[in-house]
């Protein structure tokens, strides 16, 4: 059993952690890409020498299935560090800029520096993956990094926080465990960027602070993403696409459907689908022992709420176990705009379905509403692909599937407007923790040829 226990880091510890990475980020130690890759490994061998214990902890704090921990976190996590140890030193050389005849004898260049000394704010949806995931961009970018998880996955943050001095070098990279008060001194710091995901409130907080010092922010959040269902598609994988998309992590996935658009007269066939698909996944009912739970109490009985609030027709489920913080998976129908469950991101289990006429309604719905992180297309008709894909705006987008874009190797993960802004994953990540900076070197005997006009005097214009 994973017997970490969540420790809070003092706060008064909390300025010389800071200034111990400062020292050793000035000590020059991570411009090494052989240190960089040795860390990086290291990183690897975290997950890799612990999985079981990892396991445990997501059972201890979320209830998840260990299938669900390898394929949805674990085996994720791990597919980026291995495509960062494999292309940092491609990603970090000098690039040359384009040749022009004007300049290229100054040799102009574009030098990749990390940024510095970085913080990271993971939430509690995807613990590891969104703590060490973008740890282990930062750290191939050369930075030094202070990671901040969740104190609402208390097992997870607490072994974390225990493997971390094990396998890491203390002098570039450590944890902070706590709630507001330690989040609130780490924000007081000048820090050289800084990574957060979560609520779009607590980005502004963060955002604010940061502002003080003129310290760019990556914000990965949320919001409500749609799904649009064209009558041509397969209407029977789209059920099940969405339906798990719903389910995994008990919908608390930033980029979960939210909800989903359909044509009126498709209504009822689209939910006899997702109700076939729903007896596939779960032939006697969904039970707790099978699906991941709420993170915390007072998060189911936000669901709760927006379940008993809604004027929409509950098609299956609806039951909540608050003392197990367990939410049935629930299909509504006949929902409106301006209903309970479209009052907020759901983060639950919970999915709304509402009618309209027609795509066009469907694309002044979604236009109405903060840009999505997410959007989704189910249809088989290219013309109807490119329309909704044209004429609405979201972080990222994905056809005839949901969510599995996050993880798709070679694409940018990030938001629009409220969503977030700035990209992770990749080569994408390490660019966000990178600096580009341009340089020349300009040979002393370039004056007597082509550049002696540059100095007075000036001829004097009549």
Not at 172 to 183: A, F, L, R
Not at 268 to 273: E, G, L, R, S, Y
Not at 344 to 371: C, M, Q, S, T, Y
Not at 401 to 428: D, M, N, R
């Amino acid at each position: 059993m994973s017997d970490s226990k969540l420790t809070y880091t003092p706060i008064e510890d909390i300025p010389q952690i800071y200034e111990t990475l400062q020292k050793g980020f000035r000590s020059g130690k991570t411009k090494s890409i052989a240190y960089r890759k040795e860390q990086l490994a290291q990183l690897s061998y975290l997950i890799h020498d612990n999985k079981a214990r990892f396991r445990e902890a997501f059972t201890a704090d979320l209830g998840r299935p260990a299938e669900e921990v390898d394929m949805l976190e674990l085996s994720v996590v791990l597919a980026e560090m291995n495509d960062l140890y494999d292309n940092v030193a491609k990603w970090s050389a000098t690039e040359k800029a384009p040749f022009d005849a004007s300049w290229f004898l100054m040799s102009p260049a574009i030098r990749k520096e990390p940024k510095g000394v970085v913080l990271i704010i993971a939430p509690f949806n995807y613990p590891v993956m969104l703590a060490l995931g973008p740890l282990a961009s930062a750290m191939a970018a050369g930075c030094a990094v202070v990671v901040k998880p969740s104190e609402l996955t208390p097992t997870i943050s607490g072994l974390m926080g225990e493997l971390m001095p094990k396998y890491l070098d203390q002098d570039m990279y450590q944890m902070v465990n706590g709630s507001i008060p330690e989040t609130t001194r780490l924000l007081e710091l000048k820090w050289d960027h800084i990574m957060y995901t979560g609520s779009g409130r607590v980005a502004k907080i963060i955002s604010v602070a940061a502002a003080q010092h003129l310290t760019p922010v990556t914000l990965e959040l949320g919001g409500k993403s749609p799904v649009v269902i064209d009558p041509k598609c397969d209407v029977n994988t789209a059920a099940k696409r969405i339906l798990w998309g719903k389910i995994a992590n008990a919908g608390q996935i930033c980029l979960a459907p939210d909800y989903v658009l359909v044509p009126r007269d498709f209504q009822d066939t689209f939910v006899a689908a997702v109700q076939r698909a729903y007896k596939e996944f779960f032939a006697t009912g969904a039970k707790p022992d099978v699906m991941s739970h709420i993170v915390t109490t007072a998060h189911t009985q936000r669901i709760k709420r927006l379940i008993d609030e809604t004027k929409g027709t509950v098609v299956f489920g609806g039951k909540v176990d608050l003392d197990g913080r367990w939410v049935e998976p629930t299909l509504v129908k006949d929902v409106k705009g301006d209903d309970s469950l479209m009052s907020e991101e759901i983060f639950g289990p919970v999915l709304p379905i509402i009618p309209v006429k027609d795509v066009d309604e469907a694309i002044e719905f979604i236009n109405a509403r903060d840009d999505p992180l997410g959007l989704y297309i189910f249809s088989n008709d290219s013309a109807f692909k490119a329309k909704v894909i044209d004429n609405t705006r979201s972080g990222g987008a994905s056809v005839n599937e949901v969510v599995v874009h996050f993880a798709t190797h070679g694409l940018p993960f990030g938001g629009i407007g409220p969503s977030g802004y700035g990209y992770g994953h990749g080569k994408y990540g390490f660019d966000t923790f990178t600096h580009l900076r341009s340089t020349l070197d300009n040979p002393n005997w370039i004056d007597t040829i082509l550049m002696s006009g540059r100095y007075p005097p000036y001829k004097v214009r009549v």
